[in-house]
Every structure is written in C-alpha cells, then in structure tokens.
C-alpha cells in the first residue's frame, strides 16, 4: 500500500515537473513581450512620443529622446547657438558635422528634383511668416525682397557649406523625418521588437508586422481621424495646413511656403501624407508634393518609388496605386476621388 502511494505521488511529480517544464518558456517570453515603455517629450518645437516593446524599451526610448536632442542642439536648430545650422546661418561657411552634412546632403537632391518645391534655402522667408507668432501677413514688398535666396545659393565641399549673401537655411521641412532615422538606428542596435515613434508629423514604425496609422483630419488636426492605413515597417509624413496658420480677413495663411511666389501654398490641398523606407525622404517629399500639387507631386512621389495620400479642401482623397486597398476612411465627409 505504502509502495503504491509512493508510485502515484512520483507520477504526480513527474507530470508537474513536464507541465512546468513546458509552461515556464512561455510564460518567460509572455513577460518579455509584455515589456513596455511609453514616453512623451517635447523636441524640435514640436511633441515626441514613443511606444516600445521588447528587451530594454525603457533604456531604448531615453536613447531614442537623447539622440533627437542631440540633433537639434548640435545639428539642425535655427535657434540653438552652437548648432551647425546656427553657426553656418551666422557666419555664411562653416565646417558642418557628418550628421548634419548628410541631412544636408539628402534635402538638396530633393530641393533639385522638386525643382524648388522643397527650398531649404528659404529661412528668411520662414522667419517673416513667422506663422506661429503672426497674426497678419507681411506686405508684399518684404516678400518680394526675399525671392532671390534660394537653395542654389548653398554649396557643399566636404564638410564645408557656404551660403550666398541674403541665404539662410531653416530644415524644418525634413528634420523632423530625419530625427525618425536616428530613432529607427536605435531600435535596431538596442534589439527592440516594435517600435512607433512620433516626431510631430513624421513616424518611424518598427518591427515586425503590421501598423496601422491615423490620417489626421485636414480641419481639426491630430485629434480625429478621416482615415486609417495599414502598412509595414517603415516611415509615415504628413503635411498638414492645419499644423501652423494664422486666420486673417477669413483667409487661411499656413507654413508651408511656395517659394515662387513667397505666399503660402494655395493649390486646393489640405494634407499630403508620404510613406517610405527613409525617414527623411517621407519628410521631404510630403513638404515637397504640398507645394508641387496633385499632378506633379504624385510624380515626384512615383520617381521616388514612395506611396502617397493626397487629401483636397473639397474632402476628395487621392492616393498612389500602392497603398489605395490599405487605407480606409473613416470620416464620410471624405471620399476616394475616383
Ligand atoms: P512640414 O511640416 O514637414 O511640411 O514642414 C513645414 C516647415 O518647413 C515649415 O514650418 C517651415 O519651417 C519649412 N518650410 C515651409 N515651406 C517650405 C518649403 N517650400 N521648402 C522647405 N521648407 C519649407
Ligand atoms: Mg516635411
């Protein structure tokens, strides 16, 4: 008797060990997965947030926040003094790092093939619109005085950049996307397994699988939603007017500038969104496509082989061949064009 007791109270044994035996991988990996961090912070005059899950998602994101802040401070602010950008816009040359250079590098092939749509020559231009702070346009004739500094006035040997006299440079339409690829460098050394960072409106989605992504509405901003897309890994940037504008006299003025004509883009659009495999590519080119318009931006868009969504001040909604089966609206007060 006693030996039979002995016997079930082994197999007992036997089995919890082979049941735990095969439970505790699981439930490591379960804990591993549910690994999270969220962060919010507030770089580049505009908010980050970023939302992590994996093996280190807290130290990633403080990497992710100090790297943005690196780039801003040392690299691209107009503002921060000691910045490449401050100190080649104060004293017209000046011997940039590689980051900044690179940065550079990339928006002056796609202010050449925009032809001028994206200008990041244009900063003293930005600076009179100053939209933030405005509450009145500036006269045409302080306009005027600006045409002539453009893009073609910087030039680049090595690190060295010079500006013409009258050239400043604001990157404020492509850091952003920029500071996505530093994000995206990062989850991929630290070994993250999914990532959504959100630098204003620029994102870097990481990992594995499936993102979906909300097309803010072109009238009350980020809040609402018109439309959700469906993509993979990869980099999402919208142009939005209703990101900065003044109302003046029931005219809507926005920041983003046509540098032909020194006014802000007034061509029927309301939001371009740019999807592509390079943060600063999706940033340049929804800056870009807003200025050149539907026809020539999907072009552009389609030379760079990146997927876009276009949205008009009559609610109509144009996208690239690639990405129309993955958007869906939400909002019927839009609808597909065709
Ligand atoms: P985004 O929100 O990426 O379209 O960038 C808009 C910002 O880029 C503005 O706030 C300005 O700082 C700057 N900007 C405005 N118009 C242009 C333009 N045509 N080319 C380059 N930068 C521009
Ligand atoms: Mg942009």
Redesign the pocket.
């Given at each position: 008797m006693k030996k039979k007791k002995l016997i079930i109270a082994g197999a007992v044994i036997l089995i919890v060990a082979v049941i735990a035996g095969f439970c505790v991988k699981p439930v490591k990996q379960f804990f591993a997965d549910r690994k999270a961090a969220q962060k919010t912070g507030f770089y580049m005059d505009t908010v980050v947030t970023a939302d992590i899950t994996g093996e280190n998602c807290g130290e990633t994101a403080d990497a992710v926040f100090n790297a943005i802040q690196v780039l801003e401070e040392f690299c691209l602010s107009k503002t921060a003094e000691g910045s490449d950008i401050y100190e080649l816009n104060e004293k017209g040359k000046y011997e940039v790092t590689d980051s900044t250079l690179g940065i550079l590098e990339k928006s002056l092939e796609v202010?050449k093939k925009s032809g001028g749509?994206?200008?990041?020559g244009?900063g003293k231009?930005?600076d009179l619109w100053n939209?933030k702070n405005r509450q009145t346009p500036p006269s045409q004739e302080e306009t005027n005085a600006l045409r002539g500094s453009r893009y073609e006035g910087i030039s680049v040997e090595a690190n060295d950049v010079t500006l013409k006299d009258g050239v400043k440079i604001?990157?404020?339409?492509?850091g952003?996307?920029a500071a996505c690829d530093s994000a995206r460098d990062i989850c991929a050394l630290s070994g993250v397994k999914r990532a959504v960072i959100s630098v204003?409106?620029?994102i870097l989605l990481y990992g594995d699988g499936e993102f979906t992504v909300g097309i803010a509405s072109p009238e009350t901003g980020s809040a609402d939603y018109i439309a959700v897309l469906t993509t993979g890994a990869g980099f999402v940037?919208?142009?939005?007017t209703y990101?900065?504008f003044f109302d003046y006299e029931g005219k809507r003025y926005h920041?983003?500038?046509?540098?032909e004509t020194g006014y802000p883009?007034d061509n029927g659009l309301c939001s371009v969104t740019v999807v592509s495999d390079s943060g600063i590519l999706s940033?340049?080119l929804?800056?870009?496509c807003?200025?050149l318009g539907l026809e020539d931006g999907m072009k552009l868009c389609e030379e760079y082989g990146c997927q876009a969504v276009f949205i008009t001040d009559d609610g109509k909604i144009y996208t690239t061949d690639g990405i129309r089966d993955s958007l869906e609206i939400s909002d019927d007060s839009f609808s597909f064009a065709d």
């Open positions: 202010c749509a994206l200008d990041i244009i231009l930005v939209v604001d990157l404020g339409a492509v952003k996307g204003g409106g620029s940037s919208t142009s939005g990101e900065r920041h983003i500038l046509d540098p883009v940033d340049a929804s800056t870009s807003f200025v």
